[in-house]
């Protein structure tokens, strides 16, 4: 039994892997559907034709179910299944957060999914509710690392994964990440974070998956647990995490709710399918109201944008375009744009990890400012070579008099003009200039000044620039633009 994840390309903190679980490959980003054998709206081997390499199926169904404990036992998940892709099983720690005590130990649950031939097992890690007191965050944390080392301990060949729980506590998630990646687990899933989706709490969210990453190793495969929404998997992914697992395609469809990557729909309420799947382009929206197999329908539209969501993100980060992907995402609820805000609060954390040169750079507002690349870029400008009087220039004419003259793009700041087809220079697209990107050039103007106060600086810019140069460079010598 062996879990290995090779990272192929990043982008920010995200990647494109392969997870290898046994003798399975499993593309990541990936989607793992959930499936309850007792009503498979879609099946597995349909899953599997969609392009579904793992699944999630919970042992506790499992295990008390008459119909199917005993053939999970005789010939295995795969088989009871009918899918040959890798199996994740979880442990019933979800219904011991939502029903309160499950009538199972760690041992038995860990032993049944090792039974059935579990491909990815799950120990019986507590769920701490966000409302939960720190204290009780850090004893029922203290509980799932004794059950990971007991499982650990019990089953030294399994796949096992280690769950990351803490609460809504930073320092506890990041303590917990820590003891997880101390144990040398290959793969981490992310808990107790249902509830701060179902309350749009993705503030929250951000704060806490960042700070378990901080203290997880950047080897481990990360899976956010119960995060099935695709409108918010471009942020997870950009934070690093590279599985998710979905109920959301089926629960929907049984309310009758139609999931878009923005956001999702009553049925009830749409004329028009937008959305190019077979469902939607074989019938009307009517049609899909009044059909008898209308939960079905749904379960499968709703998986296919599922999906292609997972595959959109994947071909981001081989284009090095997942920030812009993620700020279009972020847009379709206020609530995503706090997530989407409290990421670019910790840009100079996930500076560190994102690639030094992409195919393209998109302005697209002023959350653009707070990118890794501009925040990089301000980091190395301070490195430019300079004679002893230096004109930053707006409009690229010169002053006589100087030694260096740079040029300007916004929102980066002063470049030489070698720097010119280079990333992010070259490859960025900006619009005409607003005041928060010449605001953010000027920041990078001020770094240069700062690391160098023996020489003598002056801007060349417009008169509409000269009250934010100011404000943004105290004392800056300027030359207006004469027009
Ligand atoms: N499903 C959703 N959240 C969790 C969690 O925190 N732990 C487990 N085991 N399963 C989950
Ligand atoms: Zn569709």
Not at 37 to 54: D, K, N, S, W
Not at 198 to 220: C, F, M, W
Not at 243 to 256: Q, T
Not at 408 to 415: E, L
Request: one cysteine or more; glycine letters at 6%.
């Amino acid at each position: 039994m062996t879990i290995t994840f090779e990272v192929i390309h990043k982008d920010i903190a995200g990647r494109v892997g392969k997870l290898r679980v046994n003798d399975k490959a499993v593309r990541t980003p990936a989607l793992l559907p959930v499936v309850n054998p007792h009503l498979p709206l879609v099946t597995p081997r349909e899953m599997q034709e969609m392009g579904v390499e793992a699944l999630i199926t919970n042992a506790y169904i499992f295990r008390r179910s008459t119909e199917f404990c005993d053939r999970a036992l005789a010939e295995g998940l795969h088989a009871v299944l009918d899918f040959d892709g890798a199996v994740m099983t979880d442990s019933g720690s979800f219904q011991l957060s939502v029903y309160g005590e499950v009538e199972v130990s760690n041992r038995e649950t860990l032993e049944f999914q090792q039974a059935i031939g579990s491909d990815i097992i799950v120990p019986l890690d507590i769920p701490t509710p966000p409302d939960a007191s720190r204290e009780r965050a850090e004893q029922e944390l203290a509980v799932t690392m004794d059950r990971i080392r007991e499982a650990q301990a019990l089953f030294p060949d399994a796949n096992l994964a280690g769950p990351v729980q803490g609460g809504i506590f930073t320092d506890l998630r990041e303590e917990a990440g820590r003891a997880v990646r101390d144990l040398g687990v290959a793969f981490a899933p992310i808990g107790a974070v249902v509830p701060l989706m179902e309350n749009y709490r993705y503030q929250d969210l951000v704060r806490v998956v960042l700070a378990a990453k901080r203290g997880l190793s950047p080897a481990t495969a990360i899976h956010l647990f119960g995060a099935g929404h695709p409108s918010m998997f471009a942020l997870a992914v950009a934070m690093g995490c590279d599985l998710f697992d979905s109920a959301a395609y089926a629960l929907f469809a049984r309310e009758g709710r139609y999931i878009t990557p923005y956001g999702s729909l009553k049925i009830d309420e749409l004329a028009e399918l937008p959305c190019p799947c077979k469902v939607c382009r074989s019938m009307t929206a009517n049609e899909l109201r009044q059909s008898e197999d209308r939960e079905r329908l749904l379960a499968l539209h709703n998986l296919h944008v599922t999906l292609a969501e997972i595959a959109r993100i994947r071909q981001a980060i081989q284009d090095g375009t997942l920030w812009e992907l993620v700020d279009e995402r972020c847009r379709s609820h206020p609530r995503l744009l706090a997530g989407y805000r409290e990421l670019l609060a910790h840009a100079a954390e996930l500076e560190r990890d994102d690639p030094v040169s992409k195919r393209r750079f998109f302005y697209r507002g002023s959350e653009t400012c707070r990118r890794t690349e501009v925040l990089r870029f301000h980091e190395v400008v301070p490195r430019i070579p300079l004679g002893e009087r230096v004109l930053v220039t707006f409009d690229g004419r010169e002053v006589p008099g100087f030694d260096t003259v740079l040029n300007f793009k916004p929102p980066f700041g002063p470049y030489p003009v070698e720097l010119a087809e280079t990333f992010p220079i070259g490859q960025s697209e900006v619009p005409d200039w607003d005041d928060d990107m010449v605001r953010s050039g000027c920041a990078g103007i001020r770094a240069l000044v700062e690391a160098h106060p023996e020489k003598r600086f002056a801007i060349r810019c417009a008169d509409a620039w000269v009250r934010i140069v100011l404000e943004e460079v105290p004392g800056a010598e300027v030359y207006r633009e004469q027009v």
